[in-house]
């Protein structure tokens, strides 16, 4: 498992011999992963001692330019739960600032990469730019590294029905609700982590008792409103189950968009524990019924139709 530092932690010189890969690394998706397989490579082939993959704690468009922030595909501890899992032997978390944004590529190259990490080669993705005005281009780092001394090497991109697998391209699929084709570019489906608290007991009284989860990181995608099948992982396992997300018409009239999780035999007690769901299909659209009798009965067949796609895909 991979080491997890943040930039204060290391001095000068600590860390010597290194090949080093920079992104933000929102997803982890397949084209991460295809810069990750290659970070290795090059350790291998360059006989460095150790493998560094920097990213940021948050995304620098949120210093840069924050009215173009994206939602999140994964948050920073979801991200590095994920990047500690792959063959990397050190991550390192990099506080992204405007002081930072400020660096010139040359600058942040000698005294980040070459002074503090003792870096030997560098590995990027095909559409990586580096300092200020994002001037450090494939062309400028490579010139950098010929004048400097350091390799250099850029992975092209995972190509999937004709197009280039982005973090971008992932959440357009997610705000479709095109959930399998997000899982098909990310390698695992989509998650989000979130806090079990008290709802009213709604669930319960129609015989699907929920969880009712809140996220605490305002900026993490979340799927559009409607209903989904989910695999939960609680403290004591996994278990199937059905989501609504949405503002439950027929039971409330505040408006208030919530999440709410059935889970398949499952009986225990979930309030204040931390649960990671796992988005597989989507459903329907949320709608008002005519009442709880309808919405009973409309239950009972996304209960159906949600435990047959569980037996048949996973």
Known sequence: MAEILTSAQIEDGRIGDSVVSIGV?????????KVIESLQKAKVESGANVSVLMTFDRHPLSVTHPERQPRLLTTLKEKLSILSELDVDIILVEEFTSALA??????????????RLGMKHLVIGYDFHLGRGREGNQQNIAAEGKKTG????????????????????????????????AARLLTRPYFFDADVVHGEGIGRELKFPTANATVSHSEKLLPPTGVYAVNVETPSGISGGMMNVGAA?????????RIEVHLFDFDGNLYGERIRICCLDYLREEKEFDGRDELRAQLKRDRDCVRSILEKKY
């Open 25 to 33: 690394f929102d997803g982890v998706h397949i084209g991460h992963q």
């Open 102 to 115: 400020a660096i010139d590529y040359r600058d942040f190259i000698e005294t980040r990469l070459l002074r």
């Open 150 to 181: 350091y390799g250099f090497s850029v992975v092209s991109p995972v190509v999937v029905r004709g197009r280039a697998v982005s973090s971008t391209r992932i959440r357009k699929n997610i705000e479709a609700r095109k959930l399998h084709v």
């Open 249 to 257: 018409p027929t039971i409330r009239h505040d408006g208030v968009e």
